[in-house]
């Protein structure tokens, strides 16, 4: 099966082929890893968004909606993918979950915001 690499808390996980990098990152979650959702994963907001560094080829291309609310996100580059609309196909995937993203899930989870602040954790990871 393939493995979906999130860079930014070197957390790998494999799923079946058809799941999304949303999925997966909920998946992996307790690991620590934080891919916001504001939308619910209907392509309807932008705070899934990543970059895939490796194996973007491999995923089917961005339909003219994803590219449109992609349109509205910070810091788009040429990897950009919304992480509930990218499904991973055969090969691995590297990605890096963008600080847009990150915020997202801490506004969408207060109580993990404040427990990190506690902590002195850096809330751009
Ligand atoms: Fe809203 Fe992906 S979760 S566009």
């Not at 070197?10 to 990152?25: H, K, S």
């Not at 934080?34 to 994963?41: A, F, T």
């Amino acid at each position: 099966m393939p493995k979906i690499t999130f860079l930014n808390w070197d957390v790998t996980v494999e799923v079946e082929p058809g799941t999304t990098i949303l999925e997966a990152a909920e998946r992996v979650e307790d690991k620590g890893v934080k891919v916001g959702h504001s939308c619910g994963g209907v392509c309807a907001c932008s705070t899934c968004h990543v970059y895939v560094r490796q194996g973007y080829d491999s995923v089917e291309e961005p339909s003219d909606r994803e590219e449109d609310i992609l349109d509205k996100a910070f810091d788009v580059r040429p990897v950009s993918r919304l992480g509930c609309q990218t499904e991973v196909a055969g090969a691995d995937l590297v990605v890096e979950v963008s600080e847009e993203s990150i915020k997202a899930w801490y506004d969408e989870n207060p109580d993990a915001r404040r427990a990190a602040e506690a902590r002195g954790e850096d809330l751009k990871k």
